[in-house]
T-cell receptor, first 118, second 114 residues
Framework: NAGVMQNPRHLVRRRGQEARLRCSPMKGHSHVYWYRQLPEEGLKFMVYLQKENIIDESGMPKERFSAEFPKEGPSILRIQQVVRGDSAAYFC????????????????FGPGTRLTVL | SQQGEEDPQALSIQEGENATMNCSYKTSINNLQWYRQNSGRGLVHLILIRSNEREKHSGRLRVTLDTSKKSSSLLITASRAADTASYFCATEPSFSGGYNKLIFGAGTRLAVHP
């Protein structure tokens, strides 16, 4: 069972370009989370998606950022018109649906995509 | 300040010594998790402790949780150079809506010297 996969691992963009980050969850996982990590900081929650639905995007900047998790294919985090402040590591995590009784399961993280904006 | 604050920010020890890292948080939680991150790499899940648990062990790791003080500690016994990494605590707040929306601290950077 492959782990969470993210690509590309490293992405360099110039200011004003678009960045597309992909995440393939673990097999059987229908929940995907995106986090952003600035240098020397912890991860900050951005968005939580289930297949074809955005459940919680409270951590996502209102402009230029969007996320999707289509019925088929990976989850995509899209950043339009990137700026230098978008340079960070972006991590995707997946988990199965909560078990009976409401306990959520461990989140499994991908290796991250390191975005550098020149 | 944010939920899930670790202390110390940095810890430097010799191989064989024990390393203790602490985490404090602000809101009521469903669970608290510890992760390790090697420099420039992804996160590795170490251990999850639920709000109704007080202590958990996994190999050389021991985690405690005190919900009355809203704090947790991670103890790594008999440390090795390979334990050198950043360690993060992450909490799932009770208000997270039934899904695993984690709030991370800034981490403790552990250096274990041979």
């Amino acid at each position: 069972n492959a782990g969470v996969m993210q690509n590309p691992r490293h992405l360099v963009r110039r200011r004003g370009q678009e960045a597309r980050l992909r995440c393939s969850p673990m097999k059987g996982h229908s929940h995907v989370y995106w986090y952003r990590q600035l240098p020397e900081e912890g991860l900050k929650f951005m968005v939580y998606l289930q297949k074809e639905n955005i459940i919680d995007e409270s951590g996502m900047p209102k402009e230029r950022f969007s996320a999707e998790f289509p019925k088929e294919g990976p989850s995509i985090l899209r950043i339009q018109q990137v700026v230098r402040g978008d340079s960070a590591a972006y991590f995707c995590a997946s988990s199965p649906p909560p078990s009976v009784g409401g306990y959520t399961d461990t989140q499994y993280f991908g290796p991250g995509t390191r975005l550098t904006v020149l | 300040s944010q939920q899930g604050e670790e202390d110390p920010q940095a810890l430097s020890i010799q191989e064989g010594e024990n390393a203790t890292m602490n985490c404090s948080y602000k809101t009521s939680i469903n669970n608290l998790q510890w992760y390790r991150q090697n420099s420039g790499r992804g996160l590795v899940h170490l251990i999850l402790i639920r709000s109704n648990e007080r202590e958990k062990h996994s190999g050389r790791l021991r985690v405690t949780l005190d919900t009355s003080k809203k704090s947790s500690s991670l103890l790594i016994t008999a440390s090795r150079a390979a334990d050198t990494a950043s360690y993060f605590c992450a909490t799932e707040p009770s208000f997270s809506g039934g899904y695993n929306k984690l709030i991370f601290g800034a981490g403790t950077r552990l250096a274990v010297h041979p």
